[in-house]
Antibody
């Protein structure tokens, strides 16, 4: 079964750090772009970051550039989101998603999503 | 980035109704408009991509259309499992942007 499972969320103080993990099963992350999308509870969605399947190309939304880093461990078939210098505005459910394109073909369409991991930034 | 204006923000409907949700892009996005459905406590689910292409295993009562600026999601014959929130998303630019969402609830 094709599946994504996020973990690593929790509560952190402003200025703190967290690392989210996204374990993929049923497919290889090297064959797809992978994404992180977040949602403030009760609000809309915002695409945060993406990483290419093979290679090192990454992209970030402006509000997280310089603070968040997306990476992957191919051997573990897992994608990560390292979040530093967290602010109250980063409080959200973070979803991992798979791009529908095969190989390094980017579509910007997310066909598989996880259930999300809640990050709460609070003093 | 490109603003996506989705309307209405909520609507009430009954089983069997025809429901239409619209999304307007701030500028032309060609065919790169996708629709997602989200239920409470779940991640979004892809329904339609590239304006009108139905994702695998999505019921045919869902359909999409558009002209590069104005896009429509139509549910022909609302079913109980369709009560949810729907989001449009433009994939024309890197990472893209979402509309604000439309919550469909029971009339």
């Amino acid at each position: 079964e094709v599946q994504l499972v996020e973990s690593g969320g929790g509560s952190v103080q402003p200025g703190g750090s967290l690392r989210l993990s996204c374990a993929a099963s049923g497919f290889s992350i090297t064959n797809h772009y992978m994404h992180w999308v977040r949602q403030v509870p009760g609000k809309g969605l915002m695409w945060v970051s993406r990483i290419i399947g093979q290679g090192s190309s990454t992209s970030y939304v402006d509000s997280v550039k310089g603070r968040f880093t997306i990476s992957r461990d191919d051997a573990k078939n897992t994608v990560y989101l390292q979040m530093n210098s967290l602010t109250l505005e980063d409080t959200a459910v973070y979803y991992c998603a798979r791009d529908s394109g095969a190989g390094n073909y980017y579509t910007g369409v997310a066909d598989i999503w996880g259930r999300g991991s809640l990050v709460t930034v609070s003093s | 980035d490109i603003q996506m204006t989705q309307s209405p923000s909520s609507l009430s409907a009954s089983v069997g109704d025809r429901v239409t949700i619209t999304c307007r892009a701030g500028r032309g996005i060609n065919k790169y408009l996708n629709w997602y459905q989200q239920k409470p406590g779940q991640g979004p689910k892809l329904l339609i991509y590239e304006t009108s292409l139905l994702q695998h295993e999505v019921p045919s009562r869902f359909s999409g259309s558009g002209d590069g600026i104005d896009f429509t999601l139509t549910i022909s014959g609302l079913q109980p499992e369709d009560f949810a929130t729907y989001y449009c998303h433009q994939g024309y630019t890197t990472l893209g942007t979402f509309g604000g969402g439309t919550k469909v609830d029971v009339k």
